[in-house]
């Protein structure tokens, strides 16, 4: 349940750049190949940000497919495993181009909340 | 405020509970500037909407584009900073529960001994077991307990150096919790994950776990003294594992009868020879 210190990392990440405004919405962006179950980060959201800034805010996930590129053919190609092999060659030498993505992407704040 | 690492350095708020004397309870959020500087990506903001139907609220919309892990990887940098700086080769064992990782280790440093100057990090949930098995080889340990949590982070590691003498360290192995999941995230500044998978446990654990054993560059094969007992195909597995992460070190070995483990101490002296290369460099 390593999605409880990723929902940590959120609050920290929120917490930075709000400072000290409160958090109406938080954007985020989960690659498919990040290793990180999106419904467990929903879970543990409202349960960490509890007492914080981030209390109440809606949690948007924006799910970014997996892709690669054959490092033997050069093809591009949706990936959603690690272990896919390339539908041209078929080799397994495949790098990644996106899909490992865990990011926050934006905040909605509310300005009348500024404290210093 | 933590003096060692600046981990609650960053000049963010916190909120803060009191209970008064007269058993009121009100929480309030403050700020803390430490005057330290940090790589921090700082957001966008596009001016600002009023929300129609609450003139109340005023909301600002800020472009982030932070990691969620950038604290986590922030400290990592340090710690890999630090074993730059003293020289130390530094791995990162992760597996699943009963793979045979404290048996590796305990082989490992025997069999090191007088030839590297070996420390040990042990993280587990509960229990110091695994510390006084590895502390009776007379190496360093310094056993983290994670409680409830199923990883170590760069966070906990960077504490438990201090109870080390770098200058006096070759090699460090972090033996993380066993969980092929969790670790797989959280880089700890090490030069390498490896992977630990023994052959009891089923050749298609590269499949099932594919997020570890892609992230993970090594790769051993435990208990191949097992083979003749346990229906495992090594050559099934092995392709597997190349499936997920083609360029893996693999090494087949036995931490009980000794199998195989000397091709695991060259590459180890070979990382050493390396780090100490780039210490002299540098």
């Not at chain 1, 590129?69 to 990644?96: I, K, L, M």
């Not at chain 2, 460090?172 to 490896?194: M, R």
């Amino acid at each position: 349940m390593h999605e409880l210190a990723i929902t940590q990392g959120i609050v920290d990440v929120c917490q930075e750049h709000a400072r000290g405004r409160r958090v109406l919405e938080v954007v985020l962006e989960i690659g498919e190949l990040a290793g990180v179950v999106p419904e467990s980060v929903e879970f543990c959201f409202s349960a960490v940000t509890s007492g914080t800034l981030l209390e109440g805010a809606r949690l948007v996930i924006q799910r970014i497919p997996g892709r690669g590129r054959c490092v033997d053919c050069r093809a591009e190609f949706g990936r959603s495993t690690y272990f896919d092999p390339c539908p041209e060659c078929g080799g397994y030498q495949v790098e990644v181009l996106a899909g490992e993505e865990l990011r926050v992407k934006e905040l909605d704040l509310d300005e009348e909340e500024v404290r210093s | 405020m933590c003096i060692t690492c600046g981990c609650e350095t960053t000049g963010h708020e916190h909120g803060h509970q009191h209970r008064h004397d007269d058993g009121t309870v009100h929480s309030h959020v403050h700020s803390h500037e430490h005057g330290h500087v940090h790589g921090d990506e700082h957001g966008h903001e596009h001016g600002h909407e009023h929300e129609q139907g609450d003139a109340s609220v005023s909301r600002a919309r800020m472009t982030v584009e932070t990691d969620i892990l950038a604290r986590n990887d922030r400290l990592a940098a340090a710690n890999r900073a630090i074993f730059a700086q003293h020289g130390i080769f530094v791995l990162n064992l992760v597996s699943s529960p009963g793979s045979g990782k404290t048996t590796l280790l305990e082989r490992t440093l025997k069999d090191l001994a007088g030839r590297f100057r070996c420390a040990v990090i042990e993280g587990d949930q509960q229990t110091d077991n695994d510390a006084v098995r590895i502390a009776a080889t007379g190496v360093p340990v310094r056993q983290i307990n994670t409680g409830t949590g199923c990883h170590l982070d760069a966070h906990m590691v960077r504490h438990a150096l201090d109870h080390f003498d770098l200058h006096q360290l070759d090699i460090l192995l972090i033996e993380n919790v066993g969980n092929l999941v969790c670790p797989a995230s959280f880089d700890l500044g090490e030069h390498h994950k490896a992977v630990v998978l023994s052959v009891t446990e089923g050749e298609d654990k590269p499949l099932k776990y594919p997020q570890m054993f892609h992230a993970a560059d090594v790769m051993l094969l435990n208990k191949v003294d097992l083979l003749p007992h346990v229906e495992f195909s090594v050559e099934r597995c092995l392709e597997m594992a190349r499936r997920v992460r083609p360029d893996a070190t693999i090494f087949e070995v036995s931490a009980r009868s000794g199998a195989g483990m000397d091709a695991w101490y060259a590459w180890l002296a070979a990382g050493v020879a390396g780090t100490r290369n780039a210490v002299k460099k540098g």
